[in-house]
């Protein structure tokens, strides 16, 4: 029998590990290696979890309200002991987006078991079944049907699957619906994945304002029009329009990008705006510089400040804008094209196996926009990217 502590531990670290995952799938500097070894660390807490049994699901449902990582770690050993029945009334919010996080983690029955219990049981567990087929990467025939869902969660998460399971299915829905407020930010991102830069253009705008990465965030990047990102009056905020500049890929966006570069709010994103254009590893080139000394990063001491979220330029370099100015100025023309990592977008399949969890996401939205390939999972287990990427899918 594993003592109380014991399982107390285990629970705590997958919560913290979970959370840590889930930024780490939209960071710079992870790559599959280094998301792997967070994979492994997370699974041997579940692993001490399952042997705990009864009791640490118990553990887990009492934290479970507060906590995403134990959200997903009971809908693992739930679905696996037949047990799903005990998270029924919790599923809304962010348990019920664990919970189907969680089944893209299940073995082939323990899924198969958590998505018939989800489609077979009222409220919230529909919509948890619907975000579960996207996290599964399985066709899944009812999808156009819970994209036409009354149901809004339900429709919502439909739609959202759709994104990393092809949009065929889905996308006359999604016209139908992308008036609706409650669904509309899901329809504009499959329309945009579809090619449509005014569906790009509405996806902004139900993201504003932006101040970190997000799925949806990035396919509006490489689907909105270019003339929108050249606007200072996008109503965007600064920060958004680097890193929309970047995910856009155009060359001809980076003296704007360079023209940020003094600006401490924007200095780092501008930087790897370029970066995510050009391929330039600004460190390796000697194009940074030391941070200056009135630079905010993170959340301030101010008691009094609302805002509290992390610094999505947390571990950026920051660019040396003259050593920049000089360095592209003594680049070839770019020619016409829009260029993703240094390379011409029609190979940034090479870029899904990259060092960089951005970079991957911008590829994997490129693949899916060029009907190459449906979205790949950037944020899956990395048994699962190494698993499709060997396959060639």
């Known amino acids: 029998m594993t003592s109380p502590d014991l399982i107390l531990e285990h629970a705590e670290e997958c919560?913290?590990?979970?959370?840590?995952?889930?930024?780490a799938v939209y960071q710079?500097?992870?790559?599959?290696?280094?998301?792997?070894?967070?994979?492994?660390?997370?699974l041997a807490h579940l692993d001490g979890l399952r042997v705990a049994g009864g009791e640490a699901i118990t553990t887990l449902l009492a934290l479970a309200p507060g906590e995403a990582g134990a959200a997903w770690a009971a809908?693992?050993?739930?679905?696996?002991?037949?047990?799903?029945?005990?998270?029924?009334?919790?599923?809304?919010?962010?348990?019920?987006?664990?919970?189907?996080?969680?089944?893209?983690?299940?073995?082939?029955?323990?899924?198969?078991?958590?998505l018939m219990h989800w489609t077979t049981t009222s409220g919230a567990a529909l919509a948890v079944a619907a975000a579960a087929t996207g996290f599964r990467g399985l066709a899944e025939p009812r999808l156009a049907g819970w994209a036409a869902s009354a149901d809004t969660s339900t429709a919502r998460a439909a739609l959202a699957s759709a994104l990393r399971l092809g949009i065929a299915p889905v996308v006359e829905v999604a016209r139908k619906r992308a008036?609706?407020?409650?669904?509309?930010?899901?329809?504009?991102?499959?329309?945009?994945?579809?090619?449509?830069?005014?569906?790009?253009?509405?996806?902004?705008?139900?993201?504003?304002?932006?101040?970190?990465?997000?799925?949806p965030l990035i396919i509006a990047g490489r689907s909105s029009a270019q003339q929108r990102l050249r606007e200072p009056g996008a109503g965007l905020g600064p920060w958004a329009v680097c890193m929309l500049a970047g995910a856009a890929g155009e060359p001809?966006?980076?003296?704007?990008?360079?023209?940020?570069?003094?600006?401490?709010?924007?200095?780092?994103?501008?930087?790897?705006?370029?970066?995510?254009?050009?391929?330039?590893?600004?460190?390796?080139?000697?194009?940074?510089r030391?941070?200056?000394?009135?630079?905010?990063?993170?959340?301030?001491?101010d008691p009094a400040d609302t805002d509290v979220a992390m610094d999505p330029d947390e571990d950026l370099p920051w660019p040396d804008r003259a050593a920049v100015e000089a360095w592209w100025k003594r680049q070839p023309a770019a020619g016409p094209g829009r260029l993703l990592g240094g390379l011409p977008v029609a190979q940034a399949g090479q870029l899904l196996a990259a060092d960089n969890q951005r970079l991957r996401w911008a590829a994997s939205v490129e693949l899916a926009k060029s009907g190459e390939r449906r979205l790949?999972?950037?944020?899956?287990?990395?048994?699962?990217?190494?698993?499709?990427?060997?396959?060639?899918?």
């Not at 809304?92 to 899924?111: H, K, L, R």
């Not at 941070?291 to 959340?299: C, L, N, V, Y």
């Open 290 to 301: 030391s941070a200056p000394a009135d630079a905010a990063s993170g959340p301030s001491e």
């Open 75 to 114: 809908a693992i050993l739930c679905a696996e002991d037949g047990r799903l029945a005990l998270l029924d009334d919790m599923l809304s919010g962010t348990v019920g987006e664990a919970a189907a996080e969680a089944a893209g983690w299940m073995d082939e029955a323990s899924a198969g078991r958590a």
């Open 376 to 393: 790949f999972p950037v944020d899956a287990p990395v048994a699962t990217q190494r698993r499709l990427l060997q396959a060639g899918r």
């Open 179 to 215: 008036s609706e407020p409650a669904v509309a930010q899901a329809a504009h991102a499959v329309l945009a994945l579809s090619g449509s830069t005014a569906a790009g253009e509405s996806l902004l705008a139900t993201l504003a304002p932006v101040r970190s990465w997000s799925l």
């Open 15 to 23: 919560c913290f590990l979970w959370h840590q995952r889930r930024i």
């Open 28 to 42: 710079p500097n992870i790559g599959l290696d280094a998301l792997e070894r967070l994979d492994e660390r997370l």
């Open 252 to 288: 001809s966006l980076v003296p704007q990008l360079i023209a940020r570069m003094d600006d401490p709010r924007t200095a780092r994103c501008a930087g790897e705006a370029l970066s995510t254009i050009t391929g330039a590893d600004l460190r390796t080139l000697g194009l940074t």
